[in-house]
């Protein structure tokens, strides 16, 4: 087995053969006082996180599966936007190495052909005037073969391999480092804005008759855009445009 290295966005490396989430052990790194480019690392996790509490599923040496720390000096409320930027990040790494079908599900799935390649968790902590730290967590499914997948993900989840895209899991992880680092910058530089309009012309969301489910409440409408917070635009029937903030909801295509 190979250990991932790389030396783009990554001062500091934390490999482990296992561990419960990268995200829980970077977060533990972070209050500790992990500087900002940290990245955890892990061969395969015992109980990796979706959003909403959901499991993501993390087998020995078949992924990448990888927590970031940030430190940006933005605004808390600015933070969900880092979701986004994460996938257009990846949306394009993915490009890079070929895989051109690769889109992005509102708020931050990468999607191909409709199955997921990718998941990313993005928890934050700091007060409501400065963040202290973003844990980013980022699942990307490399080596796994249709065989393989557990019965759930069979019809849902997908892999470079089964895309087609014969790659190692370190020159992926050095694409996709890279590719963050270049699209966190360019926020840092000059903000968002450019980064969503490189997220519309990604998404696969755009357009599409949607279902959205909150707790509690589920409707269905046409997603027709993103506001500049990063939130879900949907125009539900009536006309009325509802206004959806990630983490709390799922959606799917009708
Ligand atoms: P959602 O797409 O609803 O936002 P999450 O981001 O919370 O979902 O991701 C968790 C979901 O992703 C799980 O409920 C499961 O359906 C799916 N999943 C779990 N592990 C994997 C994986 N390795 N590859 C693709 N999909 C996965």
Not at 96 to 105: E, V
Not at 165 to 183: G, M, N, V
Not at 196 to 218: K, M, Y
Request: charge should be negative; aromatic fraction near 8%.
């Amino acid at each position: 087995k190979q250990i991932l290295k790389t030396d783009v966005f990554g001062k500091r490396y934390v490999y482990m053969d296992t561990t419960e989430s990268t995200n829980l052990e970077a977060r533990y790194l972070a209050q500790q006082g992990a500087e900002e480019g940290t990245v955890v690392v892990t061969e395969e996790q015992a109980a990796g996180r979706g959003r909403l509490s959901r499991g993501w599923y993390s087998p020995f040496g078949k992924g990448l599966w990888f927590s970031l720390i940030l430190r940006p000096d933005f605004a808390p409320v600015e933070a969900p936007k880092c979701t986004l930027m994460a996938a257009v990040a990846l949306t394009k790494a993915f490009h890079k190495m070929g895989l051109t079908d690769a889109g992005i599900k509102w708020p931050n799935d990468i999607l191909v052909n409709g199955r997921k390649l990718v998941g990313i968790l993005t928890e934050m902590s700091g007060s409501m005037e400065e963040i202290s730290y973003i844990v980013m967590g980022i699942g990307v499914n490399v080596k796994t073969k249709q065989e393989e997948l557990p019965e759930e993900l069979k019809l849902i989840a997908t892999s470079l391999t089964m895309e087609g895209i014969d790659i190692e899991r370190t020159e992926a992880f050095k694409i996709i480092l890279e590719s963050l680092e270049h699209q966190y910058y360019e926020v840092l530089d000059s903000g968002f804005e450019e980064t969503l309009n490189e997220w519309r012309q990604l998404s696969v969301t755009l357009g599409e008759e949607i279902e959205v489910r909150a707790p509690g409440n589920t409707y269905e409408g046409v997603a027709t855009d993103i506001d500049e917070d990063g939130n879900l635009l949907v125009r539900i029937p009536d006309g009325t445009v509802k206004r959806i903030m990630a983490g709390d909801v799922s959606i799917r295509p009708r």
